[in-house]
């Protein structure tokens, strides 16, 4: 995609939800609540992780990276593997989460799930970066979650370094990770269990503002 078409699907994306789709979601989370409570296993299948930067404010805009794990499925169920965003070009992103195993080395290209985008594995992204405000911050973060089908929990992070010139070193020399690894592992997590968020939501909480509240403490 072009730079154009990258802050495009950025901008939709940090963009709230309708009505419809918030409806949508809250039966969807409806209907979760109403599944775990009767399960034993009430285990996130997916972990949002945001890092923000050091300077991170509670009113302007600051940089920041998510990316997607699919939780204990590597390492037998001890490890998460990385899942990408599907990249399919257009106004409006799919909603797709492209998974290790639709990734192929041999023929350079990964298959998304979703809209069966052929995507050339060079597009694939670890983490997607934003520069946003906070309640922007919530509208990305909740989407994520909707993305992942309501079953993720929320790992917020402030990074003890200069995320920006972490994230230049990792674009300008390649690490295989390592200048952001160090950035994600700088500081503690906020976490937001899936479960507690179902239960938030599932009484009439907003996502959002609840998510902004954890942002912002």
Known sequence: MTTEQVQE??????????PEDQEMFKQRILAL?????QSK??????????VFDKRKTTRAAFPGSVIILRSGSALSG????????????????????I??????????????PVCQYNAPREDLTDATFYWLEPQAWAYVLAREFYRTGCTASFYLKTAGVDLRKQSEL????????DALATARRSRGAVIYEMYR?????????????????????
């Not at 990792?170 to 990770?177: A, H, I, V, Y």
């Open 9 to 18: 699907q950025q901008d939709h994306w940090s963009q709230p939800l309708s």
């Open 33 to 37: 609540k109403a599944a775990l409570d």
């Open 197 to 217: 968020v179902i239960q938030d939501v599932s009484t009439g909480a907003s996502l959002e503002k609840q998510l902004k509240a954890l942002i912002t403490g």
């Open 99 to 112: 998974p290790p195993e639709n990734v192929s080395t041999f023929l350079d290209v990964a298959v998304c």
């Open 170 to 177: 990792e674009l300008n020399r390649p690490q295989k990770g």
């Open 78 to 97: 001890e490890g998460d593997e990385l899942v990408y965003p599907c990249p399919a070009p257009g106004p409006v992103p799919c909603k797709g989460l």
């Open 41 to 50: 296993d009430r285990q996130e299948k997916y972990k949002i992780e945001a």
